[in-house]
Every structure is written in structure tokens, then in C-alpha cells.
T-cell receptor
Framework: EDKVVQSPLSLVVHEGDTVTLNCSYE??????LLWYKQEKKAPTFLFML????IEKKSGRLSSILDKKELFSILNITATQTGDSAVYLC????????????FGQGTRLTINP | KAGVTQTPRYLIKTRGQQVTLSCSPI?????VSWYQQTPGQGLQFLFE???????NKGNFPGRFSGRQFSNSRSEMNVSTLELGDSALYLC?????????????FGDGTRLSIL
């Protein structure tokens, strides 16, 4: 059975800290790994990782995929209170078929 | 560009009733997927439609069904509602073509079963 596991499930840090969120996966016919940020409503797309070892960056956020060890990390540097959210990791199966298998999410709280 | 639009935003139903949820994808997107989100199970895949055809289906009972129209809009139907169907139902759209494209989510329909 396809499985995506995120750790930690919950994390509380102070503003300005750097955080690393983890995601491991066992997904048959794996194609891509996606990260989303969910505040109160719709999950917002952050990154899609298809190739191993290539870091993707967007401002203070970055992510990398290791297809050999079957995991990905999401880094957030110089955290701000607006980064408080649930971060979701999902494995996408095969090209063309838009099925995502989600992890439980990491609830990140940034205290001022 | 308008995002994914889901209607209604909130619904309250009683056990045994049926419900229809609607999703309008981002313009130009041909793939629409539906997910159920609950505190206990997280986000779970229901089904995906592309060009009016169901391409993939998750492990949900037959009470959950969907369809897609020629303009890519999609509807999801749940019949004989049970208390456990209370959840946030999220719709996501993508181009759905050969190249990898991320799914973009709507704000969801929160369904409460009394």
C-alpha cells in the first residue's frame, strides 16, 4: 500500500529560526513529490520535485528529493509568523494520472 | 487567472440524504481530482477525471461518485450520507497532460452530517 510519512507531526519554534520538515515515501509507480502549505483553507502549492538531488528554492523555502533513499526535506530559513501552517507532502503516481498520496502533515507554529 | 472554485462552501445534511458538490477548475485545466480531508485520516484521494473520463479511483465505497462535463467542470455526489462522511471535500485541477504539472486546490466544501 502506498504510504507517505511526515515528521515531526508538530513543531513550535521562534521567529527567525530555521526549520527542516521531513517526508519519506513508499509509493508504487512514483513520479513526483509535492509540497503544499495549508493554512485555513486550500492547500497552496509550494514545490514539485521530480529529479533526485536538485534543490528547488523559492525565497526562504527550499526543498530537495532523494529518490534512492525515498525521502524529501523542506527547509524554511528565517521563519516568520506567517509561515505558521500545516505543511503537506504528497507522492504523485505515474505520469499523467493525477493521484496524490498525502502524508499526515506537519503543523508548524512560529512564535514571535 | 481565477483559481479553482468550489460550491457550496458549507453544507449541513442529515443521515440518509444525498449531496452534490461542484468544482470549476482553473481555465485551461482538464484534470479534476477530488479529495476528502478529515482530522483522523488526513487527505485521501477519491477520484480523478480527465476529458470527462474517470482515470483513477481511490478506496471509497460506491456511494461516492463523480462526473466531469465537457467544459471540465466536475461534480461529486455522495448518496445515503453517513456521519463519517463529515469532512472537508477538496477539489484540485491541473493541466493533466503529458508533462508533470502540479495540482492546484480550491477552498473546499465543508460537509457536516447531523
Amino acid at each position: 500500500e502506498d504510504k507517505v510519512v511526515q515528521s515531526p507531526l508538530s513543531l513550535v519554534v521562534h521567529e527567525g529560526d530555521t526549520v527542516t520538515l521531513n517526508c519519506s515515501y513508499e509509493v508504487t509507480n512514483f513520479r513526483s513529490l509535492l509540497w503544499y502549505k495549508q493554512e485555513k483553507k486550500a492547500p497552496t502549492f509550494l514545490f514539485m520535485l521530480t529529479s533526485s538531488g536538485i534543490e528547488k528554492k523559492s525565497g526562504r523555502l527550499s526543498s530537495i528529493l532523494d529518490k534512492k533513499e525515498l525521502f524529501s526535506i523542506l527547509n524554511i530559513t528565517a521563519t516568520q509568523t506567517g509561515d505558521s501552517a500545516v505543511y503537506l507532502c504528497a507522492g504523485q503516481i505515474i505520469q499523467g494520472a493525477q493521484k496524490l498520496v498525502f502524508g499526515q502533515g506537519t503543523r508548524l507554529t512560529i512564535n514571535p | 487567472k481565477a483559481g479553482v472554485t468550489q460550491t457550496p462552501r458549507y453544507l449541513i445534511k442529515t443521515r440518509g440524504q444525498q449531496v452534490t458538490l461542484s468544482c470549476s477548475p482553473i481555465s485551461g485545466h482538464r484534470s479534476v481530482s477530488w479529495y476528502q480531508q478529515t482530522p483522523g485520516q488526513g487527505l485521501q484521494f477519491l477520484f480523478e477525471y480527465f476529458s470527462e473520463t474517470q482515470r483513477n479511483k481511490g478506496n471509497f465505497p460506491g456511494r461516492f461518485s463523480g462526473r466531469q462535463f465537457s467544459n471540465s467542470r466536475s461534480e461529486m455526489n455522495v448518496s445515503t450520507l453517513e456521519l463519517g462522511d463529515s469532512a472537508l471535500y477538496l477539489c484540485a485541477s491541473s493541466l493533466g497532460g503529458i508533462k508533470d504539472q502540479p495540482q492546484h486546490f480550491g477552498d473546499g466544501t465543508r460537509l457536516s452530517i447531523l
